[in-house]
């Protein structure tokens, strides 16, 4: 069993739209969350990161935890073309970083 | 920007051949990591260092080696290049606190062809 399990897509929505994109990881002992994104040809970049299980919200963006179902989200408001790119979330434990396999996300405007 | 920056950025090699890329990082972060990414598989760490000359295998470290002799570098080899080493590279440093690596800033990362 993967560590982090993420859903390839891809997904494609309409501009405006809420998007909702998860990941589910094995080990409850993790305590760092973090997503991050890629644009083609890019490094990822850290969007957000979590500590422990709760919400935490940036402008359009909100990462969640719920550690009882090893489960992390991230919801993203008023969805802009500019946020197409492939989203990777990532979990931190026994000093490493483990990465899921990244949502491949589209806005069409 | 984090300061990290990955040389080179491209790179053609030959079957066979010695091959070392360079991360090199103005944070002075103490854990550093190289991680390939291949479609389908996202990124997988290859080795990581958690200080000078203190460096760890990850899931995909056979073919590799790494050496890190200056906080601020850290060098990856491929010993005998292979075109299942064709990959883009990055190299990645973070923060540990109280035992947790907390985030993760990466380079722009190499694009490496094996032919």
């Known amino acids: 069993q993967k560590e982090v399990e993420q859903d390839p897509g891809p997904l494609s929505v309409p501009e405006g739209a809420i998007v909702s994109l998860n990941c589910t990881y094995s080990?409850?002992?993790?305590?760092?969350f973090m997503w991050y994104r890629q644009y083609s040809r890019k490094g990822p970049e850290l969007l957000m990161y979590t500590y422990s299980s709760g919400n935490k919200e940036d402008g359009r963006f909100t990462a969640q935890v719920d550690k009882s179902s090893k489960y992390i989200s991230l919801f993203i408001r008023d969805s802009q073309p500019s946020d197409s790119a492939t989203y990777l979330c990532?979990?931190?434990?026994?000093?490493?970083?483990?990465f899921g396999t990244g949502t491949r996300l589209t806005i069409i405007p | 920007d984090a300061g990290i920056t990955q040389s080179p950025r491209h790179k053609v090699t030959e079957t066979g051949t010695p091959v070392t890329l360079r991360c090199h990082q103005t944070e002075n972060h103490r854990y550093m990591y190289w991680y390939r990414q291949d479609p389908g598989h996202g990124l997988r760490l290859i080795h990581y260092?958690?200080?000078?000359?203190?460096?760890d295998k990850g899931e995909v470290s056979d073919g590799y080696s790494v050496s890190r002799s200056k906080t601020e570098d850290f060098l990856l080899t491929l010993e005998s290049a292979t075109s299942s080493q064709t990959s883009v590279y990055f190299c990645?440093?973070?923060?540990?606190?109280?035992?947790?690596?907390?985030?993760?800033?990466f380079g722009q990362g190499t694009r490496l062809t094996v032919v």
């Open positions: 990645a440093i973070s923060l540990n606190w109280q035992g947790e690596n907390t985030e993760a800033f």
């Open positions: 990532a979990v931190s434990g026994n000093e490493k970083l483990t």
């Open positions: 080990n409850s002992a993790f305590q760092y």
């Open positions: 260092s958690y200080g000078v000359k203190d460096t």
